[in-house]
């Protein structure tokens, strides 16, 4: 277990399939919040397509790892930020986005649903704050 | 040339850790296979974390790191289950590989 805890952010901006980046960035992220690391994700430009629900990726022999993102709230990823933007500019919203649950079993605290529409203003304000950030 | 285990006289590819190569060629019997390697007997304790990490991995498509398994493994199976000491107990060559690779999952994503 490490003991220098850093804040770490995540940043996604390409889309799902067609490229390594968004799987990669996922088992990057499950690797280090595993590691007791404070792990934020932030989806912006293309990357807003990785949390959309209901992918079937068979057509082209991919694995559909759109449901493991729901598993973050298992590894007590807290944070998980979308830029409204991006979303709006590919006609979604939050309603087309997976949802993902977070529950602190010590505490008995629960979140039904950990992903939060941002604008562009509160992301600056994330990338700053963040000790790290991994752009995928 | 990949490893090979005998199952029920059924030649199934491993990779060099011993994880099976296709999940899709399990059987419970591969769990009984390897368990017998490692000099475990299976009993209705292991079949409860085999069975569910295959429902864990069927959902979410991944095999959970040891503290995640920890966690839920008290969540469903209740609180006296989900400790390390229980857990390793049962496997003691650690709850998250040993029992992925009884259940026919890949390693488990965080696990060095």
Known sequence: ?????????????????????????LEVVLISAAFDQVVSLMFMDDGVYQLVKGQDPSGIGMKNFSSTYRTLGDYEVKNVYVDRDSLAARGLTADNLVQIAWEDVDTGEEMENIVTVIDASRGC???AEADVVFSF | MADMIDVDGKQLAVDEEGYLADL?????????????????????????????????????????????????VGKKLGKDKGNSKYLYSLFPYGPAKQACRFAGLPKPTGCV
């Open chain 2, 24 to 72: 899709n060629e399990w059987v419970p019997c591969v769990a009984t296979v390897m368990a017998k390697q490692d000099n475990l007997e299976l009993t209705e304790e292991h079949w409860d974390i085999i069975n569910f990490l295959r429902e864990y991995y069927e959902e979410y498509q991944i095999a959970p790191a040891v503290r995640v398994l920890t966690k839920i």
């Open chain 1, 1 to 25: 277990m490490s003991e220098i805890v850093k804040k770490i952010l995540y940043l996604n901006r390409k889309a799902p399939y067609g490229t390594i980046y968004a799987w990669e960035s």
């Open chain 1, 125 to 127: 304000e994330l990338m």
